[in-house]
């Protein structure tokens, strides 16, 4: 097995063990908020239970495509399986923003309705317990994936920070509504509950948004401007400093796969050169590009025929 084979390896068990955490979490605080969403009779929770639960599946689809990622490429995949990264991305995305929407209607339902008051005390309770497991899961993830760079775990972060900031917000609602007992303000608690699902709603709602634009823009194949930058001022000098007439770059990236392909148009008459002479050049392009290993493929291509470019 190859250095570079031994490390996509690794990176791949690491991730796996990080989303199997992962999954193991979410669906803890999934059967917690199914159980004390029906307990407490909390709309929040149960939206928040169910958030959870769908993450959960889909984090189990993510774990199933980092382990393919990390397989060498076959018959039929022949560049790998870098193009289920964006696939998987996006299809989480679409399911929270459908989630997170729906949860926005019932809140809006609801407030239409009057409201309603929770048990607040099952509803503090749970509260307290999530934000301590979604702050302890994110912060264990976090200092994992300064090493690895995942694109999958850092998808599944941004979740774990939604879901942490979903339940701050929850704990801080019941709070109040439970310090409004007896008050001036008691009449407020009954929308308490409804109000602050539909604010998270939309709060989170970019979260989800953000992850599905930049997930298309890998799935269509959109060229990322800033790699597309970076190779064309590598090739210009290039081209001004070994005497080459033009060149052509292609550039795209899928997951965090990159795919580079240059051909370099040499002027009529250039001298006979050796294999190992353009080998070198390869290279020199290579190094000055960076970002060398599994996760990008470049193809360099030199041809005196224009129609080649």
Known sequence: MSSITRAMALKSELEA?????????????AGLGVLFGLLSGSLAILFDGLFSLVDAAITWLMLVVARLVAQEADAKFQYGYWHLEPLVVALKAAVLMTLVVFGFLGALQSLQAGGHTPDLGPALFYAVV????????????????????SALIAVDMKAWAASGAITSALLLAFAAAAAMKGTQFEHLRPLVDPAILAILSLAI?????????LAFRDIFGIVPKALDSHVQEVMDDFIRRHGFSSYESYVTRTGRAKFIEISVLAPCGMPPRTIEYFDGLRSEIGNAIGESGPDRWLTVVFTTDPAEL
Not at 205 to 213: F, G, H, R
């Open 17 to 29: 063990s990080l989303l199997r955490l992962s999954i193991w979490a979410t669906l803890l605080i």
């Open 130 to 149: 999530v934000v301590f497991i979604c702050a302890g899961t994110w912060f264990w993830m976090w200092r994992q994936n300064k090493r690895l760079d």
């Open 205 to 213: 709602l970019p979260v989800p948004w953000k992850d599905a634009k």
